[in-house]
């Protein structure tokens, strides 16, 4: 799996030959940024699904800082945030407004009316979008962090057990050919 992404991945002396990335320095320069390995990787996937939650084109911009600042991988992260798609959106900011809700004690015993989903527009997507998450409120403002940092933990620790599984597995494959 690791050959099969290496390659895709930029090398390090390629990165530092780029001239529009020498204004960041050695920021893009540690090599945890760009080698594939289990912490980094998981690392990244984690960063990746923590930001994919944010809203618009700031996904990728705040998976990469928070990559270059956990030196995590950064292109795993990049990618990872792609998980929020137009499709997949609207049901991730649903359960986050559940979750938020269960949390925030928004229910209480009464039964919370949960506003209706806009009518959508190509000319207007966005800002109806926008008003129906203001609409959403508090248990949107709670739930958003809640189920990033669950989705992050989760996403963390399954490419380090996977990661283990695999490695586990090519020594049991490998110790069975050795001894035939």
């Avoid at 949390?103 to 209706?116: E, L, N, R, W």
């Avoid at 283990?164 to 049991?172: G, I, K, S």
């Amino acid at each position: 799996m690791r050959n099969f992404f290496h390659k895709f991945l930029p090398s390090l002396e390629t990165v530092k030959s780029q001239r529009w990335l020498k204004p960041f320095g050695n920021w893009l320069h540690h090599p945890n940024l760009w080698h594939l390995h289990r912490r980094s990787v998981a690392g990244g996937v984690a960063i990746g699904l923590f930001c994919g939650l944010i809203p618009g084109p700031l996904q990728m911009i705040g998976a990469a800082l928070l990559a270059v600042s956990f030196r995590a991988n950064l292109p795993v992260a990049l990618v990872t945030t792609l998980y929020t798609n137009p499709f997949t959106i609207v049901p991730l900011y649903m359960v986050a407004y559940k979750l938020g809700a269960w949390v925030s004690g928004a229910h209480s015993g009464v039964a919370v009316m949960q506003p209706p989903f806009p009518e959508l527009h190509w000319n207007s997507l966005m800002y109806e979008m926008w008003d129906w998450l203001v609409m959403l409120g508090k248990p949107v403002l709670i739930g958003l962090p809640l189920l990033g940092v669950s989705l992050a933990i989760i996403g963390y620790f399954a490419v380090r057990v996977a990661w283990r599984a695999t490695v586990v597995l090519r020594w049991r494959a490998r110790k069975r050919r050795r001894t035939v």
